[in-house]
């Protein structure tokens, strides 16, 4: 029995620069994830996705004279407001008892997964923006929305160099790590990374709340860096070094902003932290590039991981006895 669903999201280009690395990472969804196969209640479905319009709107995108460009005295400049219906139609085939109903959460689950992985490969590549899953032009189910805000911020610092110790890793080995973690099998996290990526998730749905993402950061990060009590800050420092490698000339500006960080979360945490009033709109420049680059550290280093095929870090102490010469 077939099923023909709608996933609508609200698109607009991302904020940077677009490039050719774009369409690939469309390409890679539309390889990885246009037919899958899926397990629920002990019964199997198929499910096919229709990437077409993704790939239209991308491709538009790299063209300056599109519409999503205005030329204001003479310079261009990318409109990057959310104001496109983005239409992703859907098959389901099922068999035996499995009803269409059962399948809704599973495939929220599989979207997770296809952002998640998206965008640890190409950062900034998809964002699932007012989700919702239609049958018959009526809404069934919505969606938990997940931003690439942070996603996109990240590809503008590889450009910029901002970020000059990241990288990108491929769609196959990103797909095959996550695939490895078991990841979303259980209601709670079961390793480090896994940790790490559903802490990541709920900061990609706060929304205006620059401090209330730092808890969240470090969850993520000490879930990826295991510290010993008295010894957290210096031992998180020397595994984020270990795992990101940057190199010699950015070492100080990596360690001082890490820093500033993990003071940014103490007087959160502490009580120190200067509150301000909820209807105060004076913009905190300093403490949203902090936040920023705390994020991107949790993305960087969840990165780290699926490249090198770990599930999270360990440390160890070995005691070596001092011999005694025999001369």
Same mark, same amino acid.
């Given at each position: 029995m077939e099923y023909h669903l709608e996933l609508h !999201? /609200?698109? $607009?280009?991302?904020s940077g620069c677009s490039s050719i690395a774009d369409l690939y990472g469309v390409d890679e969804i539309i390889r990885n994830y246009g037919h899958v196969i899926r397990e629920v209640e002990d019964n199997t479905y198929e499910l096919l996705l229709d990437w077409t319009q993704l790939r239209t709107l991308v491709k538009t995108t790299l063209s300056s004279n599109s519409k999503f460009y205005r030329t204001v005295d003479g310079e261009s400049y990318k409109l990057a407001s959310k104001a496109e219906q983005l239409v992703v139609p859907m098959i +389901? +085939? /099922?068999? $035996?008892? !499995?009803? !269409?109903n059962s399948t809704l959460p599973d495939i929220e689950k599989l979207l997770t997964e296809i952002y998640i992985v998206s965008n640890i490969s190409i950062p900034g590549i998809l964002d699932l923006y007012q989700p919702k899953i239609y049958v018959n032009g009526e809404c069934v189910y919505e969606l938990v929305a997940l931003s690439s805000y942070y996603f996109e911020e990240l590809d503008d610092g590889i450009r910029s160099k901002k970020y000059p110790f990241a990288r990108k890793v491929k769609f196959s080995q990103v797909k095959n790590w996550y695939k490895s973690l078991r990841i979303g099998e259980s209601s709670f996290a079961n390793s480090p990374a896994e940790n790490a990526i559903y802490s990541l998730l709920h900061i990609t749905t706060i929304e205006q709340q620059v401090i209330g993402v730092v808890p969240w950061i470090f969850c993520a990060l000490e879930s990826i860096f295991p510290t010993n009590v008295g010894r957290g800050g210096a031992q998180l420092k020397e595994q984020a070094l270990f795992l990101l490698n940057p190199k010699a000339e950015h070492k100080k500006r990596f360690m001082q902003k890490l820093e500033r960080l993990a003071s940014l979360r103490h007087s959160f945490i502490h009580g120190a932290y200067k509150v301000p009033f909820l209807h105060h709109d004076d913009f905190n420049h300093e403490e949203f590039d902090l936040v920023e680059f705390g994020v991107v550290l949790v993305i960087l280093s969840i990165q780290r991981l699926a490249e090198n095929n770990w599930s999270g870090l360990t440390i160890e102490s070995v005691i070596s006895p001092n011999k005694i010469s025999s001369e």
């Open positions: !999201l /609200k698109w $607009g280009p991302k +389901v +085939v /099922k068999e $035996g008892d !499995l009803s !269409l």
